[in-house]
């Protein structure tokens, strides 16, 4: 299992970043866990003044949901 995360920074100001992470569930698979890190940074670069800049996909120990 694993889970998304992306961080992006405000488009305005470079040196303030947030660090977004997958919400809908662990990801069975690394494909699936960058699928979903793409998802998540179009959709950051779509809706808000943040503009998606890395991602990555951290494995979840075994019986962990967050």
């Known amino acids: 299992m694993f889970k998304a995360l992306v961080m992006a920074c405000l488009v305005s100001n470079l040196d303030q970043c947030i660090e977004f992470e ?3 569930h662990p990801l069975a698979t690394y494909e699936s866990c ?10 950051i670069n779509r809706m808000t003044q943040y503009k998606a800049i890395a991602w990555k996909c951290l494995p979840m120990k075994q019986g962990t949901l967050t």
């Open 22 to 24: 997958n919400a809908r």
């Open 34 to 43: 960058k699928a979903r890190a793409m998802e998540m940074a179009n959709d």
